[in-house]
């Protein structure tokens, strides 16, 4: 069982930047593969990012070039950066880990452990 626990979430101007965290309670590193995905009301859970096993990455396309996903496996922790965020980035963040998720990385049944979530708001 792994436990993720989020954090970093808050309310921002549009082109503003946050950072998120997602801190795992086992060792990520090589182990699990880890994204991000986030919620609107009214809305289906959509991906944002995916940080392979490998190390590889993958976005959403409204998120490429503004967004990062990185870790730090010393901390068991993953981070989005977010930057020249927008009102329609304003969403529940969710991190999530998986064994593997190969080339379904964007679908949020791949994945088999969630955390609570952290709301970002981008004002207009």
């Known amino acids: 069982q792994v436990q993720l626990v989020e954090s970093g979430g808050g309310l921002v101007q549009a082109g503003g930047s946050l950072r998120l965290s997602c801190t795992t309670s086992?060792?990520?590193?090589?182990?699990?593969?880890m994204a991000w995905f986030r919620q609107s009301p009214g809305f289906e859970r959509e991906f944002v990012a995916h940080?392979?096993?490998?190390?590889?990455?993958d976005y959403a396309d409204s998120v490429q070039g503004r967004f990062t996903i990185s870790r730090d496996n010393a901390k068991n922790t993953v981070y989005l950066q977010m930057d020249s965020l927008k009102p329609e980035d304003t969403a529940v963040y969710y991190c999530?880990?998986?064994?593997?998720?190969?080339?379904?990385?964007?679908?949020?049944?791949?994945?088999?452990?969630w955390g609570q979530g952290t709301q970002v708001t981008v004002s207009s």
């Open positions: 999530a880990a998986t064994p593997a998720a190969g080339d379904y990385y964007t679908r949020a049944t791949s994945y088999h452990y």
């Open positions: 086992r060792r990520t590193n090589s182990n699990y593969a």
């Open positions: 940080s392979s096993r490998g190390g590889s990455t």
